[in-house]
């Protein structure tokens, strides 16, 4: 057999950029299979890997060693950076940190060439007659801020669009929302909501809070783990550290549920192949044998969650038969993972996008929690909701209110809100409602009510003016840290791009939006640092809060992104306002200051306690945190857990030790305990939604109890233990209000969470389907069932613009596009890819865009592995990737990952990225492809069930 040599990254652009195509290397090829890529995970252990000396002279210079997180996905994964003359030499993972300990990807154990990248914008950039031209950063400031204003003056401020990032710190998130605040709009946005809006909304209705309830590290203690819509073993690697620990120790049942057989499928106990867009079908399916069969936690239902009664009846339409037509799996295999699940208790349920990436995302997640809810299985070491977030800082960001319909902390539109931040922030709440639109549309003041979504900023664009809930169309976007490749119907993308007044990029990279929006000027390229020049703190999924070292100066002309913000808001007129309360230093604000100025103001979800000193001392002494329970052993953090995951109640000075285990009744509120947040009422329909017989222990009420506010105080008899100065502050005001923190004291003093403590809703009365439903994909091969389980009616108005149901899914496509198409993640790559597809060390692992498909559809379409095709949407999106033939999908599915750009329906835009940035891997986006669908209640995006065409090229 002839052998011949692999391409290198480098070839493998040279021949991409000449139009020829590359060699494939073999799919996913050097993932884990060969020693280098074990030592690379850390799972060979520290004593097989060998630090390789180059025979080079060595430096005399010092060597500093910098702890930093890794900026990928969202598990947290601690890194030594060693730093020597002021570059980034070596990097290990840290082998004491207690999430990773010494685990890496193939992304984390690249991280260095990140920050030291050639391929990275280098100055500001404009594009000005098809062609790049440098700037200074002061005219291009000037220029971006001067058009910014005529907008603003000619079409209000809700005609630009202020697209954040996942990858801020939290600062810099904190920093950007309020940035859009004083602007004067709620057209803020970021990466979540085409991620987890829809476990944000989903879970925060059914218990308290949208987030993960456990952490990584507890799942350790499980019996048993679902994992439903998560491919963990390539989209969070280290996460699966711990689900091997505890198959290891405690014999740990694992199910996976996907359409698709994926790495994490290969280490299941049980693999169920699940038809794409039925999940709430499967969750019935399973809880109608857990009710028939009397496994259900009775004794935790009556206690501790309202509705169930109404879910039982709902799963009685879901008959083994009904189940396994809608879904495709039989009753045998229904009934065996359902008795699995409640023969090993405690478990948890792990999900990621694709259950939220669906028209019915919202109802995913909520029929996944009710589940769990039957089950017994929340509040418990073992348990809960392991929801893992896909960017390093997306749990963060949204918890600082960069999104459209939240300001920081989930405080949400109405007056009360705004008047709290203004009184956070030290300005006039009048001076702050002046900078908005005064107009209103439909019924709402845009500083009431939601802005236009990431989702739909596109539709922002080229949606009839008259149609939109504001003054005038989006005609200025930036596109600050975001990927628009990671978004759906990329031929009407391009669109939008091409109308807009002004696009301004502002990234380490140029991205794929510098390259597919098809205009020959009004686009600037700002060069933002990495987070490796930088430094503050970023939330793992687990909700700990990490404190990063800065690595190394910015490189080239960059910038760091609060610095951007200063320098454009004081360009904008409103600097003063904006960092009223934060030192700058030359042009940088200080990052400790933020911190502070965030703590006054967090305490709905507890960003209050942890202070930038405890931060850095939990930083600088990771290693004193135990690897399964995080709590620490020894040192001045004795007792807390690792990162103060939130809440972390009242001020720094109260030394909450943060929250582990959301809802966990087990502990005192003062070591973490708390029950499930009574954030529904007290009573509907006569039935109480407030806790029955339980409570955290040494709850002095004892039982159920609506959340505390100074009235509540004052009939409990314990108004006269806040200091005089707490009164002052919290005379009129509650938990989440109460500037002083002297409301969440007392509580917390008294055994009692603030936020109250409720029943978990299986109901939620105030969405399209109170109780979750199943409902035809809009684009579905299964048409017979359209009529039984029917979307819902077209919507006039949701965040400000009308979107379409029934109308799409009445026109009948599955005979000329009879595959169900889905997307998902590489291990290789993450996001959008601009990154680290321009990272060789990676782009060398994983050379070609494809398409899996099923060797019956292969043989009978006359397509070898490996050969080019055409995948056709059915709204007229095209993308000309490679055929992977494999088993890993049936012949219903098509798989495609969505980390790559850089070609658009078979166009290689390659030229036109600024010389020398393009990555070394490019291939087309399968967003090109996906097809319209939002969720109702938060616009998530449909990638997970589209369908699609595939022909030989």
Sequence with gaps: MRLTRKKTAAETEAAQSEGLGVSRRGFLKGTGVAAGGLAATGLLGQGMIRKADAQTAKSSAPVEVKRTICTHCSVGCGVYAHVQEGVWTYQEAAFDHPINKGAHCAKGAALRYHGHSTRRLKYPMKLEGGKWKKLSWEQA?????????????????????????????????YMFRKMGSLWGTNNV????????????AGVA????????????????????????????AEAHPVSMQHTLLAKERNNCKVVVVDPRYTRTAAKADEYVRIRSGSDVAFIWGLLWHIFANGWEDKEFIKQRVYGMDEIRREVQQFPPSVVEDITGVGEAQMYKVAKMLADNRPGCIVWCMGGTQHTTGNNNTRAYCILELALGNVGKSGAGANIYRGHDNVQGATDFGVLSDSLPGYYGLAEGSWRHWAGVW?????????????????????????????????????????????????????????AVNSQTRGPEMREAMKKLDMMVIVDPYPTVAAVMNDRTDGVYLLPACTQFETYGSVTASNRSIQWRDKVIEPHFESKTDHEIMYLLSKKLGYEKE??????????????????????????????????????????????????????????????????????????????HPGTHILYDTSLAVKDGGLGFRANFGVERNGVTLLAEGSAPVGNEIGDGHPEISANLLKQLGWWNDLTAEEKAAAEGKDWKTDLSGGIQRVSIKHGVAPFGNGKARTIVWTFPDAIPKHREPLYTTRRDLVAKYPTWDDFEALYRLPTLYKSIQQRDTSAEFPIILTSGRLVEYEGGGDETRSNPWLAELQQDMFVEINPFNANSLRIRDGQDVWVYGPEGGKARVKALVTN????NVAFMPFHFGGFFQGENLRNRYPEGSAPYVSGEAVNTVTTYGYDPVTLMQETKTTVCRIEAA
């Design 578 to 655: 904006l960092f009223k309360n934060i030192t700058i230093n030359g042009n940088e604000p200080l990052i400790e200051d933020i911190v502070r100025e965030y703590n006054r103001g967090m305490w709905t979800i507890g960003y209050t306690g942890q202070s930038p000193e405890r931060l850095k001392y939990h930083q600088q002494n990771w290693h004193a945190f135990d690897f399964t329970s995080l709590r620490a052993v020894g040192t001045e953090a004795d007792g807390d857990f690792y990162g103060l995951p939130w809440p972390c109640w009242g001020t720094p000075e109260m030394k």
């Design 426 to 482: 030290g300005l006039d709440y009048e001076w702050i409602q002046n900078r908005f639109d005064q107009n209103t549309y439909r019924g709402g003041k845009p500083m009431h009510t939601s802005g236009i979504t990431v989702s739909r900023w596109v539709d922002g664009v080229l949606e009839d003016k008259e149609k939109i809930s504001q003054k005038d169309n989006l005609r200025v976007a930036l596109y600050w840290g975001h």
């Design 141 to 173: 400031i000037n220029e971006i801020g001067d058009k910014m204003l005529q907008v603003r003056q000619e079409s209000g401020p809700d005609s630009i669009f202020w697209l954040g990032s996942a990858k801020f710190n939290n600062e810099q998130a």
């Design 189 to 200: 946005e970021h990466q979540a909501r085409i991620c987890h809006s829809t476990t944000v």
């Design 205 to 232: 209705n059914t218990w308290g809070y949208g987030a993960m309830t456990n952490s990584y590290n507890d799942m350790q203690n499980s019996k048993s783990i679902l994992f439903i819509g998560s491919n963990a």
């Design 888 to 891: 890993r999908v049936d012949r």
